[in-house]
């Protein structure tokens, strides 16, 4: 029997384990763009000193779009913890049917009609919007006396806001059909999580353009002569260079992962138990493939969303297998990711995760033991 990811219900909200693992990742994510934020803000206030030649502005237009892209991170931390702040996540999930409409003329927001009647509206991610609209249910909290609410959904880690909407001429839409767990790639929403995997295969050429970016503007600033572009220009250069090793391997996985996933014919279910994480390490468990034999699972760049599915239900969905490499997922969710796979072994290699991956790995401590 097919299982997701979902939310206790006989709890707190904010007792909950994946609860608890959403915020803290929504914290993680604001105090690294904070720290890019303030580091551009500071050296766009120290060029403003400087002559205004061309290596400087472009310096200039540089931190300028990091502290755009930093300035993000506190705006969606406060947006996506309201809930905390008015008190909804103190009550439990409520698991409520619901039946998704159509508003007459808005067409952004998504609209579902709870058993009582009341319509919430919500502006969620692409993943969730289309969960909601294949499942027909929501755990929810709330809404409050101000008609404002939080939902989520099986499978998936994250929340979204909502609001009861406003009174309007709503039309129900007709319930998608259940698709068959067949070949991944003939799965919708796997498919549409598929273009993440070929996008990573072209993790190399990221590098290569960004290092080409700082290169002209090294030689942009060499006259007349800009000290803020030669310091920009040179540390994209340095950062890009350092990153190439793990991106090229990294890309090598998700080649890799792409092969399989195209000659994979089914999915293949297997009972997983995750290892206690550790800062700094892989997200690693020993897995009992078909045939009773043994496996080690190390997910190279892990997803929190495939993670927590497997902490909660015991299992992992592998989309296609080539050599040493897998694409993980879940059916009917939009989400993969890869794993290196190690028949006959049970020990987690040591070497630490390369520090590109670990800037943008997930903190995995509050998975439940």
């Known amino acids: 029997m097919l299982q997701y990811l979902e939310p206790r219900t006989d709890v707190p909200a904010k007792d909950d384990w994946s609860t608890r693992l959403i915020l803290q990742e929504l914290g ?44 993000i991170g506190p705006v969606m931390h406060r947006v996506q913890t309201l809930p905390v702040r008015r008190g909804l996540l103190e009550e439990p999930w409520r698991r409520c049917p619901v039946t998704v409409v159509d508003h007459p003329v808005d067409k952004y927001s998504t609209y579902v009609r709870m058993p009582d009647g009341a319509v919430l509206e919500t502006f969620p ?49 007709e319930p998608e059909e259940p698709h068959e767990i067949g070949r991944p790639l003939d799965d919708p929403a796997v498919l549409k999580a598929f273009s993440g995997l070929v996008a990573g295969t072209h993790s190399t050429l990221y590098a290569a353009i960004s290092a080409g970016i700082g290169a002209v503007i090294v030689l ?16 994209v250069v340095v950062l890009s260079l350092l990153m190439l090793p793990s991106l090229t ?4 996985w998700y080649r890799d992962a792409v092969k399989g996933m195209h000659a994979a014919q089914r999915w293949i279910p297997v009972p997983v138990t995750l290892f206690p994480w550790k800062p700094g390490a892989l997200v ?16 190279v760049d892990p997803n929190l969303h495939i993670i927590a599915n ?13 050599e040493d490499v897998i694409a993980v997922g879940v059916p009917e969710i939009p989400v993969l990711t ?16 390369p520090w590109i991956q670990r800037l943008r790995q997930p903190d995995f401590s509050g998975l439940p033991r």
Do not use: Y
């Not at 101000?146 to 806001?161: C, F, I, Q, S, Y």
């Not at 987690?348 to 995760?353: G, I, N, Q």
């Open 125 to 173: 991610s692409g993943e969730l919007r289309d969960v909601l609209r294949r499942r027909g249910e929501i755990f929810v909290c709330g809404p409050n006396a101000k008609g404002k609410a939080v939902v989520r959904v099986a499978g998936l880690a994250e929340t979204e806001n909502a609001v009861v909407a406003r009174p309007a001429g709503f039309v129900d839409r």
């Open 249 to 252: 391997e990294l890309g090598r």
């Open 310 to 322: 497997i902490a909660d239900t015991g299992t992992m969905w592998i989309a296609g297998v080539h």
């Open 220 to 235: 942009m600033s060499l006259w007349p002569i800009a000290p803020a572009g030669l310091a920009v220009g040179g540390l």
């Open 284 to 299: 690693a468990g020993l897995a009992t493939m078909e045939g009773g034999r043994l496996a080690l699972v190390q997910f």
């Open 28 to 71: 993680l994510i604001r105090r690294a763009l904070s720290i890019i934020a303030l580091v551009a803000l500071a050296g766009i206030i120290g060029c403003l000193f400087l002559p205004m030649v061309v290596g400087n502005i472009a310096a200039i237009v540089v931190l300028s779009l990091l502290l755009l892209v930093g300035a």
């Open 338 to 353: 890869i794993a290196a796979i190690q028949p006959d072994s049970d020990t987690p290699r040591e070497a630490p995760v």
